[in-house]
């Protein structure tokens, strides 16, 4: 049996054509044999070429032809309009997962078939099922070509396949950054995410601690830090590659404000409660996210340092820090 090449032409945008090989060689010198095939090509051939349009990057119009091409017969010329496959992102109701959404019509506009698949990051995976799908559907049954199988992996209806997408997701984090407003300290961060993988709100809950700022008051120095804990609502996309998230909620913290080189230092501790805000960016690798995120801390009641004999000093009741923080999804 002769080889035959194939040739990917890339249209405009995100549209790419797979096209048939111009050559055909006969196979064989059997004439049940050669008569079979030459049916073959012509009924596929008669299909016509097909042309990828793909809405989203996971997977991308070039990554399916590119996976498309190997699966399709070879074929001579053909002048068939082509028919055309399309990829959309099917967003479902309030709370309901997205899906990846594929159609196949032929060049007069019927349809030759549809599905949804879960969406999912592994977008080389992705393309290939996307692949097989239509390399399945350009398949002509009737004409007595037997159509490829579809592996049941791919197949949407299956309770594991459902499961798999839409189940809970775990995520657990850390993070190192500084506190920036009245003066600077050190900070970390430790974390917990809890949300549907295909939801776009999630739950946190987190603690953070930071390290001792000072500040001058006669004749000594007033020394706090606070430690906290809170819990938020966070928003965030669904881009299986970016990050980008937003969260608020209520602020529990532990103050310890301590005096130095006084007649007579003390030290105070005292409970708090405030309000957390954040905003977040990062870049997705399979379970890893590497993010930075800016969020602002206000609390109920300001600090204050009194010294007897001198004005008391009243600490700001708000801070800024910026952390740079790494996080790990676990389930599923």
Avoid at 19 to 48: D, E, M, Y
Avoid at 70 to 77: D, E, H, M, V
Avoid at 98 to 113: I, K, N, P, T
Avoid at 226 to 252: F, Q
Wanted: some cysteine.
């Amino acid at each position: 049996m002769s080889l035959h090449s194939y040739r990917l032409s890339v249209l405009h945008g995100n549209r790419v054509g797979v096209s048939r090989p111009r050559k055909v060689t006969p196979v064989g010198q059997n004439p049940c044999l050669a008569f079979s095939v030459h049916g073959f090509f012509l009924a596929i051939w008669l299909a016509g070429p097909v042309e990828v349009h793909s809405a989203t990057s996971c997977p991308s119009s070039e990554a399916i032809a590119a996976r498309l091409s190997p699966l399709l017969p070879a074929t001579g010329t053909g002048t068939n309009p082509a028919d055309q496959a399309e990829v959309n992102i099917s967003q479902g109701d309030a709370g309901s997962p997205a899906w990846l959404h594929l159609r196949l019509a032929s060049a007069d506009g019927s349809l030759v078939g549809q599905r949804d698949l879960p969406i999912s990051d592994r977008c080389d995976e992705l393309a290939e099922t996307v692949a097989v799908l239509l390399a399945s559907w350009e398949s002509n049954p009737h004409a007595g070509i037997p159509p490829i199988e579809e592996p049941p992996a791919i197949a949407k209806s299956t309770p594991e396949s459902a499961s798999a997408t839409s189940g809970l997701e775990l995520q657990l984090g850390v993070g190192a950054g500084a506190a920036l407003l009245n003066g600077a300290a050190a900070s970390g961060r430790l974390e917990m995410g809890l949300g549907s993988l295909q939801s776009h709100w999630q739950g946190r809950i987190g603690f953070a601690g930071q390290t001792a700022r000072q500040t001058a008051l006669a004749p000594g120095q007033v020394s706090w830090r606070h430690s906290m804990a809170m819990v938020s609502l966070v928003w965030r996309t669904l881009n299986p590659n970016w990050l980008v998230s937003a969260d608020i909620g209520p602020l529990l913290g532990f103050a310890t404000l301590s005096g130095q080189d006084f007649a007579v230092n003390q030290q105070q501790n005292s409970f708090e409660f405030g309000l957390e805000a954040g905003l977040r960016a990062g870049r997705r690798w399979r379970r890893f996210t590497l993010w930075v995120d800016l969020r602002g801390d206000t609390w109920r009641q300001r600090q204050r340092a009194v010294v007897t004999g001198a004005a008391p000093l009243a600490l700001d009741p708000w801070d800024l820090a910026a952390t740079l923080g790494l996080s790990v999804s676990f389930f599923p």
